[in-house]
């Protein structure tokens, strides 16, 4: 079949079209040779967006279980992972940590048997535990939000199971095998603080049902050694090969079936090779177009940001999305956020609101000096908190004199006479006086990312644009 250039423009059902066609010359060249008389080609591009939640996911679990104890930021499947203090400066495990919630998780796979979490009395503290599936769709999130801060057992099923819940249990389905609990408690970073919020990590219980009722001791987990534990998961999963990645997605498949609503594109994906509950067929993957499929996937995904047809709002110099957490069929948002941001939550439980820049024309530099004013009574609108956190441009905190990389109101910042709030953010002191509202900057280039926790649903709201978040302005 011959594709005309239009065919082949709206083919690319999930190609952020848009950024191409500002320029038309784009699709001339290699790339429309390309795709031009390959609908295969089209079809498994579409596949390979479906399926890089899935892959990242198994790729991530492999990486952070791939221990024999806990350690850090890892431990073995079913095994809690309890981070117990913020970051600093030297931290380079995951790109834009926060430093504002005790990060406590864990991956288990509830496939074979349910599992059982317990956790304490939180005593009116905020928290969330989001659990995400294999799709990265948070499934379940409880937390102060939504069942309150007392102490709860939750049993969570996997796909397939029927039986009976216990008795004082909550049932949370996962629609996967996979499960990954990436709860967050809120901490103010004291000392007092931290050892409340430890006394709470060391209250979480994760055990199979089977062994509910005895002294459950977690096993070691195996270490593989074939396992790179160096590269950043992204990377590995962005240079397998085409045959190499629907392999690994339709063994994936086995366990972590698809939701309903995805028929349609599974309908179509039958046609390169793929599909669930089978083993991949290599033989339907043309080697004309093989090589280039994973970079141009991925630049699919890329493009989706910047796409006027993409989720992402943007405002006075930030940019952030209200699609996150639970996605449908949208599945390039879906691996957009995959792709930038693995993990995000539900909008109701945080949205992230980021600026890479000040202006299309410059970025931000620590040779300058900046501020941001939230006038009186326009601070952002919450239920849990807010913060606003630095980075440099690579994504990671800063080291400045004051040991700060973000302002919150557990910073204490000092209010102006007419009630607005300035936050000053530049490399040197703004001078005693104005230290408390002092945001360290770098010498060179950085970037800025609030987080609203909890965000009011009811107006103003960030969630229906009826709140807007200000500008940095340079002075």
Known sequence: MQLTRREALSGLSLFTTTAYATSAFAWEGPLMDLVQGSEDFLIASDAYVYGYPLVTMEMTRRVITNVAKSEGTRAPMGQ????????????????????????????????????????????????????????????????????????????????????????????????????????????????????????????????????????????????????????????????????????????????????????????????????????????????????????????????????????????????FTTKTGLYGTNYVQRALITYIGLGANRPQDAVYPTSLKPSLLSSYEGKNKYTMRFEKGQLPPVQGFWSLTMYDENMFFIENPINRYSMSMRTNPKFEADGSLIIYIQNESPGPDKEANWLPAPKDKFCLMMRLYWPDENQPSILDGSWVIPPVTKV
């Not at 981070?83 to 998780?105: G, H």
């Not at 009116?124 to 599936?133: A, E, I, Q």
């Open 80 to 319: 809690i992972i309890k981070l117990r203090e913020y970051p600093n400066a030297a931290f380079r495990d995951v790109t834009a940590p926060n430093a504002d919630t005790l990060y406590t998780t864990s991956f288990f796979d509830v496939g074979d048997e349910p599992w059982v979490l317990s956790t304490p009395d939180f005593k009116g503290r905020y928290f969330l535990l989001p659990l995400l599936s294999g799709w990265t769709d948070v499934f379940q999130v409880p937390g102060k939000r939504t069942t309150g801060t007392q102490a709860q057992t939750f049993l969570i099923t996997g796909p397939n199971w029927s039986g009976t819940v216990p008795a004082g249990m909550t049932q949370l389905k996962s629609p996967t095998s996979i499960v990954w609990l990436l709860g967050r408690i809120y901490c103010s970073g004291t000392p007092e603080d931290y050892a409340e919020v430890h006394a709470l990590q060391d209250q979480f219980k994760l055990q199979p049902l089977s062994t509910v009722g005895q002294d459950y001791k977690a096993p070691e987990g195996k270490v593989d050694p074939s396992i790179d534990m160096k590269t950043p998961v992204r990377d590995q999963v962005n240079k397998l090969s085409t045959v190499e990645y629907f392999t690994l997605l339709a063994e994936l498949l086995k366990r972590n079936p698809p939701a309903a609503a995805d028929a349609p594109a599974l309908e179509r994906f039958k046609s390169i090779g793929l599909v669930p509950g089978q083993d991949f067929d290599p033989k339907a993957v043309e080697r004309r177009w093989a090589d280039h499929l994973p970079k141009l996937s991925q630049t699919r995904i890329q493009l989706h940001f910047m796409s006027r047809d993409g989720d992402m709002s943007r405002t006075n110099g930030w940019t």
